[in-house]
């Protein structure tokens, strides 16, 4: 089992930044595959960036490249999601996600609780 638990969430202006965390804690003994989903009011849930765990690939989804940067810290197990050059469409809860075959393509079994990103215009 792995428990996810998201941080870094809030408001900001239009052209701001944010940068979230997503703390991984349990089972360390194999690797996972992470990433960010968002699930904005009204809409489906939206991957947002992927990290594959041989430490060179992303993924991202096309209207945040440029703008968001996902990175791993493997000593402290922590994903972050820097996001510049936010707009009122990356307005939405974001969650972390984890899953052993998820860059495989297999959907992420692990998530967190989510924490909601708020840009204003």
């Known amino acids: 089992q792995v428990q996810l638990q998201e941080s870094g969430g809030g408001s900001v202006e239009a052209g701001g930044s944010l940068r979230l965390s997503c703390a991984a804690s349990?089972?360390?003994?194999?690797?996972?595959?992470m990433g960010w989903f968002r699930q904005a009011p009204g809409k489906g849930r939206e991957e947002v960036a992927r990290f594959y765990y041989d430490g060179e690939r992303r993924y991202y989804v096309e209207s945040v490249k440029g703008r968001f940067t996902i990175s791993q810290d493997n000593a402290s197990k922590t994903l972050y999601l820097q996001m510049n050059s936010l707009n009122p469409e990356d307005t939405a809860m974001y969650y972390c996600?984890?899953?052993?075959?998820?860059?495989?393509?297999?959907?992420?079994?692990?998530w967190g609780q989510g924490t909601q990103v708020t840009v204003s215009s």
């Open positions: 996600a984890a899953g052993a075959s998820y860059c495989s393509g297999a959907p992420p079994v692990f």
């Open positions: 349990g089972s360390t003994v194999s690797p996972y595959c």
